[in-house]
């Protein structure tokens, strides 16, 4: 199973230059903006660059095959996103992939998963103090792989600890899961979980860094008596480099993230949204 963290090539590359330009363009525009009564909606754009050790199962968001080498990915996700409150984003939208395993060339781009989700802040402040996020998702491969279709439930909680009131500092404590569903063909894959936790800072100007270290619990899958994966738990560390604006709407994101199984697995991430409504 891929861990949740997972060098960029050229598209990835080609993102990171093109997308701050567009943050800064949407900087420039946002004092001009009059008040509106709709809520945010935004294109939620990210590009992912991926490795993986041999014999990885990878599914739900990523939806690439069983890879019996050491692998490179490439993931480019658009999903629709509204921010209904300040506390509740609902979103849904697709995801091309393209993969390389090793001694071959990159595929060409295939619909991947289209995948819907919320995430809703059930304790929230604005000062220091306690935020409490429940998320949830699930995704489909928008073209049915050769094994037979399947659905990836997925649900989080997160735990944001402001230590001051400007929520400049604070700590960040993570959990998720995530379930697979096989439709066509007799199956089994046990859920992964997810935990982590660490700490972050802002600055004036809008830019926030955190860091954080955790594990990923993956027990093994079955899939048609053919395939048979062994469970792993999988350490990682991470970072998130993002740009807000002064109303805390995000602007620019780079994830870097490194996980140890049987060998690294490496995740770079680069983000932005595309708003047709900002506030």
Same mark, same amino acid.
């Given at each position: 199973?891929?861990?949740?963290?997972?060098?960029?090539?050229?598209?990835?590359?080609? &993102?990171? +230059?093109?997308? #701050? =330009?567009?943050? !800064? *363009?949407?900087? %420039?525009?946002?004092?001009?903006?009059?008040? /509106?009564?709709?809520?945010?909606?935004?294109?939620?754009?990210?590009? &992912?660059? +991926?490795?993986? #050790? =041999?014999?990885? !199962? *990878?599914?739900? %968001?990523?939806?690439?095959?069983?890879?019996? /080498?050491?692998?490179?990915?490439?993931?480019?996700?658009?999903?629709?996103?509204?921010?209904?409150?300040?506390?509740?984003?609902?979103?849904?939208?697709?995801?091309?992939?393209?993969?390389?395993? /090793?001694?071959?060339?990159?595929?060409?781009?295939?619909?991947?998963?289209?995948?819907?989700?919320?995430?809703?802040?059930?304790?929230?402040?604005?000062?220091?103090?306690?935020?409490?996020?429940?998320?949830?998702?699930?995704?489909?491969?928008?073209?049915?792989?050769?094994?037979?279709?399947?659905?990836?439930?997925?649900?989080?909680?997160?735990?944001?600890?402001?230590?001051?009131?400007?929520?400049?500092?604070?700590?960040?404590?993570?959990?998720?899961?995530?379930?697979?569903?096989?439709?066509?063909?007799?199956?089994?894959?046990?859920?992964?979980?997810?935990?982590?936790?660490?700490?972050?800072?802002?600055?004036?100007?809008?830019?926030?860094?955190?860091?954080?270290?955790?594990?990923?619990?993956?027990?093994?899958?079955?899939?048609?008596?053919?395939?048979?994966?062994?469970?792993?738990?999988?350490?990682?560390?991470?970072?998130?480099?993002?740009?807000?604006?002064?109303?805390?709407?995000?602007?620019?994101?780079?994830?870097?993230?490194?996980?140890?199984?049987?060998?690294?697995?490496?995740?770079?991430?680069?983000?932005?949204?595309?708003?047709?409504?900002?506030?």
């Amino acid at each position: 199973m891929r861990c949740l963290l997972n060098h960029a090539g050229m598209a990835a590359a080609l &993102t990171a +230059s093109l997308l #701050p =330009a567009w943050a !800064l *363009a949407a900087d %420039a525009t946002d004092a001009k903006a009059d008040p /509106s009564p709709w809520p945010n909606i935004y294109f939620d754009f990210s590009t &992912t660059f +991926s490795t993986s #050790p =041999a014999g990885t !199962l *990878a599914i739900g %968001a990523r939806a690439f095959p069983l890879q019996t /080498s050491a692998s490179s990915s490439l993931l480019f996700g658009a999903p629709l996103s509204v921010d209904v409150t300040d506390r509740l984003t609902i979103y849904t939208g697709p995801a091309w992939t393209r993969s390389k395993s /090793s001694g071959s060339s990159w595929t060409p781009w295939v619909p991947g998963t289209w995948t819907t989700g919320f995430s809703y802040d059930v304790i929230s402040t604005d000062t220091a103090g306690p935020t409490l996020t429940v998320t949830g998702a699930f995704a489909r491969p928008i073209r049915s792989p050769i094994f037979g279709g399947y659905t990836t439930w997925s649900g989080g909680l997160n735990l944001d600890y402001a230590l001051n009131d400007d929520q400049t500092n604070g700590w960040r404590a993570d959990f998720s899961f995530d379930k697979t569903i096989f439709q066509g063909v007799t199956a089994f894959v046990h859920p992964t979980i997810m935990a982590s936790a660490g700490a972050y800072h802002k600055w004036d100007n809008g830019w926030k860094l955190t860091g954080h270290v955790g594990f990923q619990i993956f027990r093994g899958a079955a899939v048609a008596n053919l395939i048979k994966l062994k469970g792993t738990t999988q350490p990682f560390v991470g970072f998130d480099f993002e740009r807000y604006d002064d109303n805390d709407n995000k602007l620019f994101g780079i994830t870097m993230g490194v996980g140890w199984s049987r060998a690294p697995s490496v995740l770079l991430t680069v983000s932005t949204p595309l708003y047709f409504i900002r506030h």
